[in-house]
């Protein structure tokens, strides 16, 4: 893994993959560039995507122009491309040669709002994963009641061995040290209560073995799933199925909740008058709020070798930046993966 | 199953099974006869508990005391008993003898804030489950852009294979009819996205139960959480373990994105206005609100031969009057385990 010298890092962006189009992806880089999405290092960009698609948006984006580099790709892949059609036919697409640059060293991490199955297919071809680790998870930062906690994996391997549990809470550990900068993260199962004959096979297996373990994981033990979002572990393990469950499920009523409150309120005249003050002083600024799903934006594929974060596919450029962002804040911390080899084999 | 004739249904509570004590049976009890949480049908109360713990209570709701019987039971399940523990120790409690008048057909159904497990044990052991029917589920209404949706299994399966999943499609849609009144609900199977490759193996073979199903139980084919709380379905299956995940993570994000809001939109003294006006004019009133939580208490274990209620153990009498609400608008559709049983011999 590439780790930058100084003080600037370098990412490469799929300018394809966003579902609202490259316009996404530049001025998203254009906020980071801007400071309007802090990031603590100096970036610079390659982006890649077709020239037709993303050199008219780039020339609006001068900034972005300045501090960047294009390459063209003539391929794209599609949102419903299998993962192994696009590991055969989409060579020349601009997430492959993204990756293919991580690879290469040319740039430290890339960023994708492309097809989540076919990234994670070619980020494992290309990149490989570390010594040690048989799968990939994917993880990401998620609101809690005393900040944040990370969780993983949100749906790569839908089933999980023990074992393949076991080494997410090792990546969990390395990645929340990296982006909460806890130093002794907590480690916590995700299961369906606390007590012993709760849960599946797989999940009381890995329950052993994290307890048992050599390595010092600093085990809190199963987490209920309010538990996970009262805060009381810094990181939670599942599986890709109900992890991915806990994810879609924390975005959806997020957003509900805000449904429903706005139309209640509204219902009475005082409510009217409550929610005009409110638009004018809290909602117009929401892009600050701990209630903007978008700053949670950039899930990073872990177990590799090598940075990759997948972006939503719906994201809009403010999510995009929070993705890029993640990327840089990943990418700062160049000794994730080489901690992650060693205390998987301290196993 | 009985069904009350008349307009009167006879409802058991255990007074023992609530964190906060007998108070939230008696005080729920009061909440729902006095008519502050409305219910369809006159209600009689039998109520189940120590008379050392209940009678002082029951003495302070004259209402309650006037509608219900008092049934003395030396013992009560504590919330740590293993299931096999209560199943074989806890015959003179609360929660067994209130299942036991249910099997006798003394009552139409019971309620309790109990131990889950050992609540799904003594039903299953003294009621047995409907013919044709493996295995009961726990089902609850969640909340949806739409409306609301039906959510089953909830926690008693962990694992679940493809034939049982199938079995809570039939037993969804009978309750999906009665607790909602859809007349064709449509059925939706929890997944991690709509490709045919997502998933694990049980849910790609539910997926092909349900598709060829010669029964007509109306199948969407998967829908992700976030769907789910779109409202793309009337009922949604799940496997017990993601399931739960989807419950528990949809309560805490609902009370999380409560917390934060009310905490930033506080941060500024226009903010702090606003807030003055909702507390008079809103959050004052949240028990009629769709976002008060207590009015989705009670959760029904489907499948069984009798009506059985579980309330959340943390409730409170708004909250368990929710349940008992639940249980007498599940008595009122009496036909709901006919329809059960007609549809999976169908198959």
Request: aromatic content about 6%.
């Amino acid at each position: 893994m590439v780790r930058d010298s100084g003080a600037c890092v370098s990412v490469a962006l799929d300018a394809m993959g966003a579902d609202l189009g490259p316009e996404v992806a530049i001025k998203g880089a254009d906020l980071v560039l801007s400071g309007a999405v802090p990031c603590k290092h100096k970036v610079h960009l390659s982006i890649y995507g077709k020239e037709s698609a993303v050199l008219p948006v780039l020339g609006k984006y001068k900034l972005v122009e300045k501090n960047s580099v294009f390459i063209d790709t003539p391929d794209a892949v599609l949102c419903d491309d299998r993962p192994s059609f696009a590991l055969r036919h989409r060579r020349k697409s601009s997430m492959w040669c993204a990756i293919e640059d991580v690879k290469k060293g040319v740039v430290a991490s890339a960023v994708s709002a492309g097809n989540t199955g076919a990234l994670m297919a070619i980020s494992r071809y290309l990149l490989g994963t570390l010594q040690g680790i048989d799968r990939p998870a994917i993880a990401t930062v998620l609101p809690s009641r005393k900040g944040s906690f990370v969780a993983l994996d949100l749906g790569a391997n839908a089933e999980c061995a023990p074992g393949l549990l076991f080494q997410f809470a090792i990546m969990g550990r390395a990645f929340a040290r990296a982006v909460l900068g806890v130093e002794h993260p907590k480690v916590g199962l995700l299961n369906i209560g606390a007590e012993d004959t709760k849960g599946t096979y797989n999940i009381q297996e890995a329950f052993a073995l994290m307890r048992d373990a050599k390595q010092d994981i600093n085990f809190y033990g199963y987490v209920e799933a309010k538990e996970a979002f009262d805060g009381v572990a810094d990181v939670v393990v599942a599986d890709g199925f109900s992890g991915n469950i806990m994810l879609k499920t924390c975005e959806a009523v997020a957003g509900l909740t805000l449904h429903i409150l706005k139309k209640e309120i509204c219902s009475s005249l005082m409510g009217r008058a409550a929610m005009r003050i409110l638009r004018s002083c809290y909602f117009k600024r929401t892009s600050g709020s701990a209630l903007d799903v978008r700053s949670y934006n950039g899930a990073v594929l872990l177990g590799l070798n090598g940075i990759v974060v997948k972006s939503h596919g719906s994201a809009d450029a403010t999510a995009f930046a929070h993705a890029i962002k993640e990327a840089v804040c990943v990418i700062s911390q160049g000794d994730m993966a080489k901690e992650m080899i060693s205390e998987v084999s301290n196993g």
